[in-house]
């Protein structure tokens, strides 16, 4: 099922962070109880782990941060309607890296960096739009794929770029060319709850910052982040 005309046709204009992780939540919510109506399943099994529950607040003792799509942001009606069962949802993820390794999974599903939920939305700043998805996309996946040329992939938490609003005056071509800021983010940690960025060698921030700008026309500057968590979070939204 490809669900992916209903999301970005509800996510188009909105700025908000939380908003977007709103819309995520509900839709999220939409496409599931259909295709769970389909297969007549009643339990919806998630991978949640505790970061996800602390952040949403919903341990009762911490301010929400963010309103994760699958913990704060899963409607009530979902909740009421089906059984979501989330048996990692204790734990943080070394632990259930720790467990992965005990159960023999391959190596390839244990060092994958995490992903979020919300998907790339969560990595725009200000109005989504589809033209800053297509630039984070491909921005982070020249990221991921200059990490592991370098062999540093599987050395560091996670890795992505983000896209904003601000712009910045470029040449390219010989012209004036407004385009796009990308900030890349590159984090050490093992539970996700602190983390602090990555000292990624000069020599190759320099390369993922000339083949972005080289290879996605609408982008004129790269920035590099540099901020531990707290106060910062690891993803920006």
Excluded at 24 to 46: C, D, P, T, Y
Excluded at 171 to 196: H, W
Aim: proline residues 5%; glycine residues 6%; hydrophobic residues 40%.
């Amino acid at each position: 099922m490809n669900a992916q005309a209903g999301f970005l046709s509800k996510l188009e204009g909105v700025r908000d962070c939380e908003a977007c992780r709103r819309v995520i939540g509900e839709e999220f919510a939409l496409v599931f109880s259909e295709l769970m109506e389909r297969e007549e399943a009643r339990a919806l099994v998630q991978g949640t782990t505790y970061p996800y529950i602390v952040e949403s607040g919903a341990t009762g003792v911490a301010d929400r941060i963010k309103t994760h799509h699958n913990v704060a942001g899963l409607p009530v009606w979902f909740r009421e309607k089906y059984t979501i069962i989330e048996p990692l949802k204790y734990l943080y993820k070394d632990e259930v890296r720790e467990i992965a390794r005990l159960l023999n999974l391959p190596a390839y599903f244990i060092q994958r960096h995490p992903f979020p939920g919300p998907g790339l939305a969560v990595r725009i700043i200000g109005e989504f739009t589809r033209r800053k998805l297509e630039v984070c996309r491909r921005a982070s996946v020249i990221v991921e794929n200059m990490l592991k040329k370098h062999g540093l992939y599987d050395k560091v938490w996670q890795a992505f770029a983000v896209v904003g609003d601000d712009v910045w005056v470029g040449v390219k071509g010989d012209a004036r060319r407004l385009g796009y800021i990308v900030t890349v983010r590159i984090v050490e940690s093992s539970d996700a709850m602190t983390g602090d960025y990555a000292k990624i060698p000069y020599s190759v921030l320099d390369e993922i910052s000339r083949e972005v700008t080289r290879s996605i026309d609408e982008v004129t500057m790269v920035t590099y982040a540099v901020t531990t968590k707290p106060p910062s979070t690891i993803e920006p939204c």
